[in-house]
């Protein structure tokens, strides 16, 4: 709901600030007073596009801002989200900036924003009836919706829309799992001979490293023979070997420990020195006994080992890394060999929800055309109550390939007696736009998640009963709605809860336009002034209190 509206410097409006309430608010005012701008400047709000000429002569740019609360629709909370809009409790702020230049700058709740999402949310915010083209009844596309909702029949179609949806999901999956299997089918040879070639390689974890350690100890093998062959020598198989002049330095010491005995921890030394010894002369022994030079071998490690390479460089870097790849085209395989069957599926699928889409839209395409007729009937009445008799309005209806609404598309014609029915932008004014959503609006459920309604030359060229009628509408709308209307006619005044006033001014030797909110007494002044009256008689002000009481009475259409 539209709670506060700051304008600065726009067109003739030096600076207002101005709180909106709930129910029914009207602006009136003389003749070229600037009432038109305040919907000019809400116009801007809501996504219209800005140009220079609003700025203020003198002043280096215009700002309009509006504060939005209560905001309750799921759809503009969701697009709140999604543009990764901030929101400060339940406030929605929007400020546009248009330069003398005509540069706009646009920010939403202090995020820098661009004209497109601004539309979309201002969508969910606003709607503007009169001379704007972004107005929902200028737009076809829209015209569907306000059928469906007069008609009840949305249970219908968001069945029909559901099953189009998912039809969309399954050709999409089918579509991806064609291009898949294409591709796959492509490469099957190929994956096959890449299997064939790992599988008969028989790989095992870990043999790259065992077989390089084996090669490595054999192509050393007659350098460690010889090494280990002289270490055994040195240490045990000869006269003057280590162990035996370790064992004749074990035969002084213990010698000495017989008159020295505080030396026979030495003997101790040289005893265990000694066995130690003898099991490195062992070790040394069964080495020397294993090595030998086997050039059979080796060359069979070298083939492994070259051929473990080969596949390291195809298919990974790692003995894991290239079965874990054997893994992946295995089920690449698998897939192939059970695609038919899954295209099977999915086409069977698509079949069943095709044929029950079609039934459920055709089911919607006949509701839909006596919806229509009854829609025609009814604005056609509400229409020579607002003072169009002659008009005709037609709902056209058109059959064409399935889409999320079903069959058809609808757009809404009028013309005058006896005349073709033409397009809505192509034939009605802004007066005329005002009246038939008016008319609309008050025929569809009160379930329109939009909450603030500005119309704008609605009472346009119209008086006596029929802008008691219009006024009676809109108070209608003002029940669930927050209404706006700028009016000239003291009827549809009578029957506001919040009523301004815009006059001109001269301030500074500058024309300004001046808003205020008024109180009872000006109120009746201003009816006083709409009915044409000169002077503020009392017999003036008594008709105009009069016509209040009635307006306010006047909730039944």
């Known amino acids: 709901m539209l709670r506060i509206l700051r304008i600065r410097d726009f067109a003739i409006i030096d600076e207002v600030s101005l709180e909106f309430g709930i129910g029914l608010t009207v602006f009136t005012g003389e003749t070229g007073a600037g009432k038109s701008i305040l919907v000019d400047a809400l116009s801007l709000i809501a996504g219209g596009r800005a140009s220079a000429d609003v700025v203020r002569d003198g002043a280096e740019e215009a700002i309009v801002e509006a504060v939005f609360d209560e905001l309750i629709d799921p759809d503009l909370l969701n697009k709140i989200t999604n543009y990764g809009i901030p929101l400060d409790g339940s406030e929605l702020i929007i400020r546009r900036i248009i330069s003398s230049s005509g540069k706009s700058r646009i920010y939403i709740n202090g995020i820098l924003s661009t004209l497109s999402i601004l539309q979309d949310i201002g969508a969910c915010l606003i709607d503007l009836y009169g001379q704007h083209e972004h107005q929902n009844l200028l737009k076809k596309e829209m015209h569907i919706d306000y059928l469906d909702t007069f008609g009840r029949v949305k249970d219908q179609r968001d069945k029909v829309r559901e099953s189009y949806l998912y039809l969309l999901q399954l050709k999409n999956r089918l579509n991806s799992l064609e291009d898949s299997i294409r591709d796959k089918k492509g490469k099957e040879e190929f994956y096959r001979y890449q299997i064939s070639e790992i599988k008969e390689a028989d790989l095992k974890v870990g043999e790259d490293i065992e077989l390089t350690s084996e090669r490595y100890l054999l192509s050393n093998s007659k350098l460690l023979s010889e090494l280990s062959n002289e270490a055994y020598h040195n240490l045990y198989d000869n006269e003057r070997s280590v162990l035996s002049e370790l064992s004749k330095v074990i035969d002084n010491i213990t010698e000495i420990t017989r008159v020295y005995p505080k030396i026979q921890e030495a003997a101790e030394l040289a005893r265990t020195a000694n066995v130690n010894l003898r099991e490195v002369s062992n070790l040394l022994r069964r080495f020397k006994d294993e090595i030998r030079y086997d050039p059979e071998r080796l060359g069979q490690i070298e083939e492994r080992l070259y051929l473990i390479d080969k596949l390291k460089k195809k298919y990974g870097q790692t003995i894991e890394e290239i079965l874990s790849y054997q893994s992946k085209i295995n089920k690449e395989l698998e897939e192939i060999e059970y ?70 598309t609808a757009e809404f014609l009028i013309a005058n007696l006896n005349e073709t029915p033409r397009p809505l932008a192509r034939v009605a004014s802004g007066g005329e736009l005002s009246r038939i959503m008016l008319a609309i609006k008050c025929l569809l459920p009160r379930s329109d998640s939009v909450q603030t309604l500005i119309f704008d030359e609605v009472d346009s060229g119209i008086g006596g009963g029929a802008a008691d009628e219009v006024g009676k509408r809109l108070k209608y709308l003002s029940l669930e709605h927050q209404v706006c209307c700028v009016t000239h006619l003291p009827q549809i005044a009578s029957m506001a809860d919040n009523h301004y006033s815009v006059e001109k001014i001269i301030s500074d030797n500058r024309v300004v336009t001046k808003i205020k909110r008024l109180d009872e007494n000006e109120r009746l002044k201003e009816i006083s002034r709409m009915l044409g009256s000169r002077d503020t008689t009392k017999t003036a002000i008594k008709y105009a209190e009069e016509m209040i009481k009635r307006g306010q009475k006047a909730l039944s259409i």
């Open 339 to 408: 695609s038919d069957q899954d295209i099977s599926l999915l086409n069977g699928e698509i079949n069943r929800v095709t044929a029950e889409l079609e039934k459920d839209a055709g089911e919607l395409s006949r509701l839909r055309k006596v919806t229509s007729k009854g829609l025609e009937h009814k604005v056609m009445h509400e229409l020579s109550l607002l003072q169009m008799v002659n008009t005709q309005f037609v709902v056209s209806l058109d059959k064409g390939a399935i889409s999320k609404n079903g069959f058809d």
